[in-house]
């Protein structure tokens, strides 16, 4: 039975299995973070893009992204403003899916994430590929209420929940690293929350190079 033996300093996992990243607190609620107003996204009139570094853009229609393959993902979400919530039901579409129908030019290393109202954030492609992200259009059962970003918005739960854009209208495919939104007024170019890259001067490569210049 190896869960009788007890190894001194060894830390049991919660029972859940949840594991709360440092800094942040346990939530059950869902708090709506929005910079500025809600956009309203009829269905007749939303469509989802594929652009930038790719062969031939790739457009779908709210009926057509509803036939690709559906999957079910039950991630932890983490906000840089410290609430983390565990469990989280959601249905949608992998990014990895998406990619099957676009040939990525060989630069492709980055992604813009754009939305409908105007709101961006940049992740390496790395981390929207391997099973790690997707386009979620329905919240526990329900479909995704347009305050947390439906008709749909990209979830990537490995990373802060900024990188999370709501209303999502496309990826734009990029060579080199651009900064966002919540980027370009001081948050990580990456966003790793168990590393606490929460602010630019948390991201290793800048305090390298401010070390530097000290
Ligand atoms: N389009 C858009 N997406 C966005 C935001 C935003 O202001 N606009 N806020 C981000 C931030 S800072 C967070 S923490 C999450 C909040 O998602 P929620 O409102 O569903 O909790 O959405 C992210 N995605
Ligand atoms: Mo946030």
Known sequence: MPGFFTNKGFQPKRSSGHKLPP??????????????PTPRIALTQWAFELTGLVEKPM??????????????????????TKWSKFDTHWRGVSIDT????????????????????GYTTNLPLADLVGGK????????????????????????PHLYFWKSAKWVQSLRFMSEDEAGFWERAGY?????????????????????SANIRL
């Open 59 to 80: 457009k779908w229609s709210w009926q057509e992204f509803n036939s690709l393959p559906q999957q079910d993902f039950n991630p932890d979400i983490h906000c840089v």
């Open 23 to 36: 800094g942040q607190y346990e939530t059950t609620d869902f708090p709506v973070l929005t910079a500025g």
């Open 188 to 208: 990580s170019m990456y966003g790793d929350p168990w590393k606490e890259q929460r602010y630019e001067t948390d991201d290793e490569d800048l305090a390298a």
């Open 98 to 117: 998406l990619l099957e129908h676009v040939q990525l030019k060989p630069e492709a290393k980055f992604v813009m994430a754009t939305s409908y109202g």
């Open 133 to 156: 992200a997707f386009i979620g259009h329905t919240f526990e059962g329900q479909p995704l209420a347009p305050e947390h970003g439906g008709p749909a918005r990209l979830v990537v």
